[in-house]
């Protein structure tokens, strides 16, 4: 199999990367004959990520942009499926402004499924998100829940999910649908709770805890997204939606919890900040499909993925500190 990977460089891409091309068994699945990385390398995008394959003659790089038709089009040539990553994806960015949200998560996604259009038998499967649903106070949605989403970030998550959707029922297209919760591992951009909170907790700094802390999010280990990824690529049926949770659910408050000890500090260190404009109070997905239909389970306990993901950035700081210092995070 030959597959294009779009965003590649990011957080979770380049973990789908690494997996696909490293050591990892991929669960007895196949490695591919070639992995191509198409990235335009914004502030999230980092080309480090992959250098644990980056020898690999199986991968090509590409440094370009998904709204870019005709570099889509030529390039989507020669591959038999898509694994879509690239977006825009930090929710207070888009409460900033949401432009680059629409213009990427939207357009960059309408154009690559034309492109695809353009070549059959080709699978393209979407990688979107739980927080598609909105925001849920007691049981956990199905794939069948209407889409309810509030952030700028999550709306256009929602608009290229069910642009993809459209593509299979109105022309055909093999397009499979991940919604997943929040994930959490190494490489992951410092500007997320996990490793904002970690990198400045080692730093000796201070951490912004939004409103009273309350907010209940579902955590997984990256590299159990990545398997299920492979999985719906590999065995997931055509037009179908894939919820992937870890069944971990915590508040922000517990989450601070845990960091705080794994770093060895107080909680005089947190500082109580103005929520986030909008802030879903739960998200909870219901992942019975992918693990009855396609026996998929996370591998990780949180507790053993968040003390690894931990030591990872005490061991990495030459990964992380360049980036805190360009993005003002410090
Ligand atoms: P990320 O921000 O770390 O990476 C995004 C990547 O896309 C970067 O490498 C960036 O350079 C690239 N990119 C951005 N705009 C591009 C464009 N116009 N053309 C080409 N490349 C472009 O994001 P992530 O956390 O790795 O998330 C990857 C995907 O998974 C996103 O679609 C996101 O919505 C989804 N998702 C993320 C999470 C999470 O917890 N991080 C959970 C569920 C789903």
Redesign the pocket.
Same mark, same amino acid.
């Not at 198409?38 to 914004?42: K, P, Q, S």
């Not at 370009?64 to 709204?67: F, L």
């Not at 919604?179 to 959490?184: A, F, L, V």
């Given at each position: 199999m030959r597959i294009l990977v *779009?965003?590649?460089? %990011?957080?979770?891409?380049?973990c789908f990367v690494r997996m696909l091309l490293g050591p990892d068994d991929r669960d007895g699945r196949p490695a591919p004959d070639a992995v191509t990385v198409?990235?335009?390398?914004?502030y999230?995008?980092?080309r480090r990520n992959l250098a644990p394959v980056a020898a690999d003659p199986r991968l090509a790089f590409v440094h370009?942009?998904?709204?870019d038709r005709e570099r889509v089009g030529a390039l989507l040539d020669g591959h038999d499926a898509v694994v879509?990553?690239?977006?825009?994806?930090?929710v207070d960015r888009s409460i900033a402004s949401a432009a680059a949200f629409v213009? *990427?998560?939207v357009l %960059?996604t309408q154009t690559l499924l034309d492109a695809a259009l353009a070549r059959p038998g080709l699978t393209f499967l979407h990688?979107?998100?739980?927080?598609v649903y909105g925001s849920v106070s007691h049981d956990s949605w199905t794939e069948d829940e209407p889409l309810r989403p509030n952030s700028p970030y999550a709306a256009s998550?929602a608009a290229s999910d069910l642009l993809a959707l459209a593509y299979h029922r109105t022309h055909g297209l093999d397009v499979r649908v991940t919604?997943?919760?929040?994930?959490?591992g190494p490489y992951?951009?410092p500007e997320?709770v996990i490793p904002l909170f970690t990198t400045r907790l080692m730093d000796g700094g201070s951490v912004p805890l939004y409103g009273d802390g309350r907010n209940v999010r579902d955590w997984l280990h990256v590299e159990d997204?990545c398997r299920a990824l492979l999985r719906v690529l590999t065995e997931g049926r055509p037009g179908r939606v894939y919820n992937i949770g870890g069944g971990t659910e915590l508040t922000n408050r517990q989450l601070t919890e845990r960091l705080l000890a794994a770093c060895g500090a107080d909680w005089d260190r947190v500082e109580w900040v103005a929520d986030r404009l909008g802030h879903d109070l739960r998200y909870s997905v219901d992942s019975g499909r992918i693990r009855s239909e396609l026996d998929w389970t996370p591998r990780h306990s949180f507790d053993e993925g968040l003390a690894h993901t931990v030591a990872w950035y005490r061991d990495n700081r030459s990964w992380w500190e360049p980036l805190t210092t360009r993005a003002a995070l410090r």
């Open positions: *779009t965003g590649g460089a %990011g957080f979770i891409g380049s198409l990235d335009a390398l914004t999230a995008g980092n370009g942009d998904i709204r879509h990553f690239a977006a825009e994806s930090h213009s *990427t998560n %960059g990688v979107s998100t739980d927080e998550k919604r997943c919760s929040n994930n959490y992951q951009f997320k997204h």
